[in-house]
């Protein structure tokens, strides 16, 4: 799996957009980025994931580049029980399932 | 998506003793995933388990300090064998749900070992 880089801290206002990056400049054709939150003393909970195409749920937007080299995951309107440690994982679909997951994003949401 | 029951929620251990964990899930899944969050850090995978054939174990990880059983489609257990404090973790079992649905995981077993 490609390896991820995103950074270990950021803050957001309530309310605001919340835009975590992840650097996956490695990432090959046939890897997908899955987003991934853990709320403390929780599992975590899947997000949202794409291939190239830029993703939109009920929980949030995934922006790809075009080179598939780095993603955005925007969280629309941020409130304060979407702190959490997000995680950006790179997946491929033949890699027998598993996933390596980094260091995440420790998001805080301020009011 | 699967829904994953995992217990214990919690459990406090001596040293030296074992402690198994099980994992339940609703759905029958081909592939259940045993993973370690150590305090403060990210999960880290202990093994894959496929029913009906011995788990695959990551580097660092061996069978006979984290043996797993695989009966069937939807139940899995990890044992933490001979316990130090150093076992003190998060464990995590996670499954697949489905293709466009990414990893399931259950609520975890918060372990203490004194």
């Known amino acids: 799996d490609a390896k991820t880089t995103q950074p270990p801290s950021m803050d957001c206002a309530e309310g605001r957009a919340a835009n975590l990056p992840c650097n996956h400049s490695?990432?090959?054709?046939?890897?997908?980025v899955y987003w991934y939150r853990q709320i403390h003393s929780q599992g975590p909970q899947y997000i949202i994931h794409?291939?190239?195409n830029n993703e939109t749920n009920e929980m949030a937007s995934l922006i790809i580049t075009e080179d598939r080299k780095s993603s955005t995951l925007i969280l629309p309107h941020a409130t304060l029980r979407d702190t959490a440690v997000y995680y950006c994982?790179?997946?491929?679909?033949?890699?027998?399932?598993?996933?390596?997951f980094g260091d995440g994003t420790t998001l805080t949401v301020k009011p | 998506s699967a829904v994953i029951s995992q217990k214990p929620s919690r459990d406090i251990c001596q040293r030296g003793t074992s402690l198994t964990i099980q994992c339940q899930v609703d759905?029958?899944?081909?592939?259940m995933f045993w993973y370690r969050q150590q305090p403060g850090q990210s999960l880290t995978l202990i093994a894959t388990?496929?029913?009906?054939?011995?788990?695959t174990y990551e580097s660092g990880f061996v069978i006979d300090k984290f043996p797993i059983s695989r009966p069937n489609l939807t139940f899995s257990t990890l044992t933490v064998s001979n316990m130090s404090p150093e076992d003190s973790s998060i464990y995590l079992c996670?499954?697949?749900?489905?293709w466009g649905w990414g990893y399931t995981f259950g609520s975890g077993t918060r372990l203490t070992v004194v």
């Open positions: 996670s499954v697949e749900g489905g």
């Open positions: 490695t990432i090959s054709g046939n890897e997908y």
């Open positions: 794409g291939l190239k």
């Open positions: 994982i790179v997946r491929g679909f033949t890699n027998a399932g598993k996933s390596t």
């Open positions: 759905s029958q899944v081909t592939m």
């Open positions: 388990a496929n029913q009906g054939s011995e788990a």
